[in-house]
């Protein structure tokens, strides 16, 4: 797939829940080639060196036809938000699209589910729209979506996604809004008020989130396709930095590693090995529920 570096005009910014922002880019040259699951490096110091590493954002919605494209963060150090205080008009040293994109359902695959931990909702947007034009398309196809944050105020509003048929249901840490728990254990309500299990899960959150949905969808023979957080200073494979543990592919019992900015950052949950990743350190609960 090709990428391209291009100077992207900053159309609009704005705050859409605690901490969190979405800005739209006109990248004309970037946009004609994305797909969801895809993401772009980002320049965010307009002088000088500070911040001196670029910055990973996937694709929370693509505009083939305008040239736009959409990225959703949250502000957790200076580069993002030096991001969030930019100005409209101005423009940004953007690459992409890099990495690879979520693979649509199988032919027999009729009900497939997404799970988007916090900022994790970002790649699922655009995904979850391209799913709701795929099941239209047969009536028995069916979407879920399990959307899980600390709180309801860190939930992004989904737009008009849920109105396209996308059957959406939540989870907070705290029972702000929905379930009082995780997602998997929205999930696993799901299934059990429903009676009905995803031949498909597509995720994106935390990894601590990703290795326990990856668990579920094991022990329950569900196909899960993961998009992976980590750190990236480079996007192409150079600087190793985003190297994580996976199955050697010619032998299951041997571990390698892959790198999530070159090859992937979309996963089979089952090429990964949770078990050898490290812990990554979890914020306490600001509430517990009754």
């Not at 036809?65 to 953007?94: A, C, H, M, P």
């Not at 916090?118 to 099941?135: F, K, N, S, T």
């Not at 028995?140 to 959406?168: C, D, H, W």
Request: proline share 6%.
């Amino acid at each position: 797939m090709p990428k391209t570096q291009e100077k992207a005009r900053l159309l609009e910014t704005r705050r859409v829940a605690d901490d969190t922002h979405r800005i739209v880019l006109y990248a004309p040259r970037i946009t004609a080639t994305a797909r969801p699951g895809q993401f772009v490096m980002v320049r965010i110091a307009s002088e000088g060196a500070d911040p001196l590493l670029n910055r990973p954002f996937s694709f929370h919605r693509i505009h083939k036809d305008d040239g736009l494209f959409e990225i959703l963060f949250r502000v957790v150090g200076r580069g993002t938000w030096l991001l969030s205080q930019r100005k409209e008009g101005s423009s940004l040293d953007v690459i992409g699209p890099l990495g690879n994109a979520f693979p649509m359902p199988e032919a027999q695959e009729e009900i497939v589910a997404l799970a988007a931990g916090g900022i994790g909702i970002a790649p699922m947007v655009e995904l979850g729209y391209r799913l709701a034009d795929w099941a239209r398309e047969k009536d028995s196809r069916q979407v879920f979506l399990f959307y899980g944050a600390r709180t309801a105020s860190e939930l992004v509003p989904l737009g008009k996604l849920e109105r396209r048929g996308i059957r959406a249901s939540f989870s907070t840490d705290d029972g702000s809004r929905g379930s009082c728990g995780t997602v998997v254990d929205l999930m696993d309500q799901s299934v059990r008020e429903s009676g009905l299990l995803p031949q498909r899960l597509y995720a994106c959150g935390p990894l601590a989130m990703q290795a326990a949905v990856a668990a579920w969808a094991h022990e329950k023979d569900v196909r899960a396709t993961m998009s992976l957080e980590s750190v990236m200073a480079c996007g192409i494979g150079a600087c190793l930095g985003c190297a994580l543990p996976a199955a050697h592919p010619d032998d299951s019992s041997r571990a390698r590693h892959v790198h999530v900015c070159k090859e992937g950052p979309v996963f089979d949950s089952r090429k990964i090995l949770w078990e050898k990743m490290e812990p990554t350190p979890v914020r306490p609960l600001t509430f517990v529920c009754s």
